[in-house]
């Protein structure tokens, strides 16, 4: 009989006082959980809804081969990989995650999952928040995607409510090329988000996906165009 694995393998602090992230080996998968929330924030068992994240996204603009990409979020390496195998030789992702361990993470065995899309050469890592990075450009990108807490809050880090706040949102959208997409992941539907999205300019629509492929619980996505 195989023996179970239950190992703390790591912890990280998230920068700005957003608590402690615990990084676990469970038998033949990993699981990311953050100090004093229940259950877990990521794990490499269930990623269907973070690869519809990128394929729905990328389905919505004209030409993926060519996409210029921003991922708000490694986590484990599965949106990023989607969007990997969706973009061309001349596409360019380029992937912000605010914790640095979490990309240590990925480079480690646990990234093997994903299929190490840290190392593709079209993958550039900024490792900072999001939003700085999206503020940085005006009409420079094809596809925004977030996935960088349980949805369109603060839960693991307060500042995140800038990011999904109007302001934040118009960011985005300046952010944009005429045709581009904001897609965000969420645990759970939100109706002021939906309509914060609408306020901004964007046309909005929403999805519910399977979080394993097609089966068991749901996730919300919002893919928000700007025309």
Same mark, same amino acid.
């Given at each position: 009989?195989?023996?179970?694995?239950?190992?703390?393998? /790591? %912890?990280? *602090?998230? #920068?700005?006082?957003?608590?402690?992230?615990?990084?676990?080996?469970?038998? /033949? +998968?990993?699981?990311?959980?953050?100090?004093?929330?229940?259950?877990? *924030?990521?794990?490499?068992?269930?990623?269907?809804?973070?690869?519809?994240?990128? /394929?729905?996204?990328?389905?919505?603009?004209? +030409?993926?081969?060519?996409?210029?990409?921003?991922?708000?979020? &490694?986590?484990?390496? $599965?949106?990023?990989?989607?969007?990997?195998?969706?973009?061309?030789?001349?596409?360019?992702?380029?992937?912000?995650?605010?914790? #640095?361990?979490?990309?240590?993470?990925?480079?480690?065995?646990?990234?093997? $999952?994903?299929?190490? !899309?840290?190392?593709? !050469?079209?993958?550039?890592?900024?490792?900072?928040?999001?939003?700085?990075?999206?503020?940085?450009?005006?009409?420079?990108?094809?596809?925004?995607?977030?996935?960088?807490?349980?949805? #369109? @809050?603060? &839960?693991?880090?307060?500042? =995140? =409510?800038?990011?999904?706040?109007?302001?934040? *949102?118009?960011?985005?959208?300046?952010?944009?090329? #005429?045709?581009?997409?904001?897609?965000?992941?969420?645990?759970?539907?939100?109706? !002021?988000?939906?309509?914060?999205?609408?306020?901004?300019? $964007?046309?909005? @629509?929403?999805?519910?996906?399977?979080? =394993? %492929? /097609?089966?068991?619980?749901?996730?919300?996505?919002? $893919?928000?165009? %700007?025309?």
């Amino acid at each position: 009989m195989k023996m179970r694995i239950n190992k703390l393998l /790591d %912890r990280a *602090l998230i #920068p700005g006082g957003g608590g402690e992230l615990l990084f676990y080996q469970r038998s /033949d +998968d990993y699981t990311i959980e953050v100090v004093g929330q229940p259950g877990e *924030l990521m794990t490499t068992a269930l990623h269907g809804s973070e690869d519809a994240l990128a /394929d729905l996204a990328l389905q919505k603009i004209k +030409d993926p081969a060519k996409a210029s990409v921003v991922v708000g979020g &490694l986590g484990m390496g $599965f949106t990023l990989a989607a969007v990997l195998r969706l973009v061309g030789e001349t596409g360019k992702v380029v992937v912000a995650e605010l914790v #640095p361990q979490v990309v240590d993470w990925n480079k480690g065995p646990m990234g093997a $999952f994903a299929g190490y !899309p840290v190392n593709d !050469p079209r993958t550039i890592v900024h490792v900072g928040d999001v939003l700085e990075l999206i503020r940085s450009g005006k009409a420079a990108y094809d596809a925004i995607l977030l996935d960088t807490d349980n949805g #369109p @809050e603060g &839960l693991t880090q307060a500042s =995140n =409510n800038r990011l999904y706040s109007h302001r934040g *949102l118009r960011s985005a959208y300046e952010a944009l090329k #005429p045709g581009g997409v904001l897609a965000v992941w969420s645990t759970h539907p939100d109706a !002021p988000f939906t309509r914060r999205l609408g306020m901004a300019g $964007f046309r909005v @629509e929403e999805r519910k996906v399977h979080a =394993n %492929r /097609d089966k068991g619980t749901k996730h919300h996505l919002w $893919f928000a165009v %700007r025309p």
